[in-house]
């Protein structure tokens, strides 16, 4: 099992065009079983839980191939709309996989997704959602079998109880080939939800709303190939940001999706940092010690602050003059990371969704293991901010995420090794 090696201690500087956005390729892959045609994605990250995707387009008989940040994915012949629950469990977003198999074939096999690092992850909301488009859905077990009895599913008018990400992608892939209009209220607004109907409308889909509450969806028979570029990691781009900031360095982020980022923008501004930004670059410098942050930092749907920037900011907050507080709405179990923060000299304290980190003079190398994707990558942050030298393991977890970290950070001075 590979690991991180990171001397910490230097101020990282330098300048970094940003990957594609991960959360966008999954569904956008996924959405590439509706079309008829090769889909080109260009910028598409090159991720394992991307070549998880690709595997499974693979495994149903589409033809899914890379060069570089372009994937290839043609879906003209599809030999099963099966996915085995071994390739389910690779990834949790293997769920989409559902809505879009669904709008393709009328009819899926997947697995029940489970629990994972971030805690229970339940999918009732997008089981009620297709169940109002007509889908018959059986549980059997541990297998999700869903039929639309007419081949098709219906368009319906369909209320979230919270602005779920997955359940929005889910519905939208199943309605763009359904029979007849779909309506989402309370749908999830995240830039991702509107990179996929992007690409969506590109293939010839009827969609309006995206990046609202409200989601029209016009069903249309079938869809075409496109070209398409998938929009920057703005996420990425947070995790960048905040391990520099830490340093105290400066750093310059290319082909980056400066509205998307501004929720995470306006926080990290309040640390003390000076960030400028024009069309597709942000440019942050920061000279001495970061300053807490003064107001609870609440993770909340977008435009909210992004759950997915938490760890990584608060990696930073650590080693900040002051107390800084982070609520955690969106997941249970979303703190794993602060023991490794803690294990390296923090002062943290979490009590239910709340964290209280008091900011100390500096941290110390310790040997840690990556709890998740983000948590791993805040553990980066932390390790790079440390006196002495830090092994991060079980960075299988980063790498679904972070393109060559390790080759990033040294772009920007640091010492990190993958050995
Ligand atoms: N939820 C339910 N029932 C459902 C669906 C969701 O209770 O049927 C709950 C979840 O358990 C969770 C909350 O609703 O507590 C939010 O879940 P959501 O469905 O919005 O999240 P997701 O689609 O599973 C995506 C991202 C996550 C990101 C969240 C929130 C992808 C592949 N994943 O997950 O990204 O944190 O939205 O923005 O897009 C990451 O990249 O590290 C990551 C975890």
């Known amino acids: 099992m590979q690991k991180f090696v990171i001397t910490g201690g230097r101020r ?8 594609g956005s991960k959360n966008s390729s999954l569904p956008i892959m996924a959405a590439a079983l509706l079309c008829c045609g090769d889909c080109t994605l260009h910028s598409c990250p ?5 070549y998880a995707a690709a595997r499974i387009l693979n495994c149903v008989g589409c033809k899914c191939s890379f060069e570089g940040n372009t994937a290839v994915i043609n879906s003209e ?3 099963s709309t099966e996915i085995s629950e071994e390739l389910m469990r690779e990834m949790r977003s293997s769920i989409i996989f559902m809505g879009a198999m669904l709008g393709r074939a009328g009819e899926c096999t997947v697995s029940v997704p489970g629990g994972c690092e971030l805690g229970p992850r339940p999918i009732d909301m997008h089981l009620a959602a297709l169940r109002k488009m007509g889908v018959d859905i059986r549980e059997s077990g541990g297998s999700i079998i869903c039929k639309a009895p007419s081949g ?17 992608e889910n519905i939208i892939l199943c309605a763009v080939t359904a029979d007849g209009e779909t309506v989402i209220n309370n749908a999830a607004r995240e830039p991702e939800i509107c990179d996929l109907c992007g690409f969506l409308r590109s293939c010839g889909a009827d969609i309006s709303g995206d990046g609202e509450s409200r989601i029209i969806i016009n069903g249309k028979h079938q869809l075409h190939g496109c070209e398409y570029t998938i929009m920057p990691d703005r996420i990425v781009c947070a995790t960048y940001l905040s391990m520099v900031a830490a340093t105290k360095g400066e750093l310059i982020l290319t082909n980056a999706c400066v509205p998307e980022t501004e929720p995470f923008l306006s926080v990290l501004e309040q640390t003390g940092c000076s960030i400028y930004t024009s069309e597709k670059k942000i440019y942050l410098r920061s000279g001495s010690r970061l300053r807490a942050v003064r107001d609870r930092i609440r993770t909340m749907p977008h435009p909210g602050f992004p759950t997915d920037a938490q760890a990584v900011l608060m990696a930073a907050l650590c080693v900040a003059d002051g107390t800084s507080v982070f609520e955690e709405n969106i997941f249970d179990c979303r703190y794993r990371h602060t023991d490794a923060f803690v294990k390296m000299g923090a002062d943290i304290q979490v009590l239910g969704k709340v964290a209280v980190i008091k900011g100390r003079e500096k941290l110390h190398g310790a040997n840690v293991e990556a709890t998740d994707l983000r948590g791993g990558a805040a553990m980066v942050i932390a390790a790079l901010c440390a006196e002495g030298s830090s092994e991060i393991s079980r960075i299988c977890h980063i790498d679904r995420g972070y393109e060559k970290m390790e080759e990033a950070v040294g772009l920007f001075g640091g010492d990190m090794r993958r050995v």
């Open 77 to 79: 012949n599809i030999g």
């Open 152 to 168: 098709r599913a219906k368009g319906a008018k369909i209320s979230l109880a919270f602005p779920s990400v997955g359940a929005t």
């Open 12 to 19: 990282l500087c330098g300048e970094l065009a940003l990957q």
């Open 46 to 50: 090159k991720l394992t839980d991307v």
